[in-house]
T-cell receptor, first 114, second 116 residues
Framework: AQSVSQHNHHVILSEAASLELGCNYS??????LFWYVQYPGQHLQLLLK??????LVKGIKGFEAEFIKSKFSFNLRKPSVQWSDTAEYFC????????????FGQGTTLQVKP | GAVVSQHPSWVICKSGTSVKIECRSLDFQATTMFWYRQFPKQSLMLMATSNEGSKATYEQGVEKDKFLINHASLTLSTLTVTSAHPEDSSFYIC????????????FGQGTRLTVV
């Protein structure tokens, strides 16, 4: 069965610090990979996605992620976080022939201190 | 991006009653929609896949008689929590992917269900 693991459950950073959130997945076939963000009181929004091609993908708000197939990883990065990045971050995998059926990681709570 | 709308955003009901939650794709047709459940401070757990014109596919451990799903049109799926109990209190979220080209799933704003 597919699974997604996020290593960091709660991250606290100061503004301008760099961010890297880990995500590993378990699936032997072709996967589509996503990072979603959920701001307090809001619904899930897509940060970025990987389907194929360049393994380094850039998303909105300065986020990027790198797909490393050999490590089954899709880590999220941002060089300099802002207080407004405080949110819950979810890594997700769609390994079901791109139907939109997603398996989510446990989520990482990011708290950025001003 | 595509819009998926859920209604209601929150609902409080008494134990033993049933509650219906609607999920609509507003600017695209979705033959497939997905229902997730999110407990506080936890991730989203896929409950079922809603298939237009046919039976829903439930994930292991999800009671199909408890969580009735109907996908009667290409833009509407409903989740009915039957004979609700306090342990059914949760945040329910639907999603759909536009098969016409956009590659990511779009999520509704979620429904907060509280059973008292």
């Amino acid at each position: 069965a597919q699974s997604v693991s996020q290593h960091n459950h709660h991250v606290i950073l100061s503004e301008a610090a760099s961010l890297e959130l880990g995500c590993n997945y378990s699936y032997g076939g072709t996967v589509n990979l996503f990072w979603y963000v959920q701001y307090p009181g809001q619904h899930l929004q897509l940060l970025l996605k990987y389907f194929s091609g360049d393994p380094l993908v850039k998303g909105i708000k300065g986020f990027e992620a790198e797909f490393i197939k050999s490590k089954f990883s899709f880590n999220l990065r941002k060089p300099s976080v802002q207080w407004s990045d405080t949110a819950e971050y979810f890594c997700a995998v769609d390994g079901s022939s791109n139907t939109g059926k997603l398996i989510f990681g446990q989520g990482t709570t990011l708290q950025v201190k001003p | 991006g595509a819009v998926v709308s859920q209604h209601p955003s929150w609902v409080i009901c008494k134990s033993g009653t049933s509650v219906k939650i609607e999920c609509r794709s507003l600017d695209f047709q979705a033959t497939t929609m997905f229902w997730y459940r999110q407990f506080p401070k936890q991730s989203l757990m896929l409950m079922a896949t809603s298939n237009e014109g046919s039976k829903a596919t439930y994930e292991q451990g999800v009671e199909k008689d408890k969580f009735l799903i109907n996908h009667a049109s290409l833009t509407l799926s409903t989740l009915t929590v039957t004979s609700a109990h306090p342990e059914d209190s949760s945040f329910y979220i639907c999603s759909a992917r536009d098969p016409g080209g956009r590659t990511e799933a779009f999520f509704g704003q979620g429904t907060r269900l509280t059973v008292v």
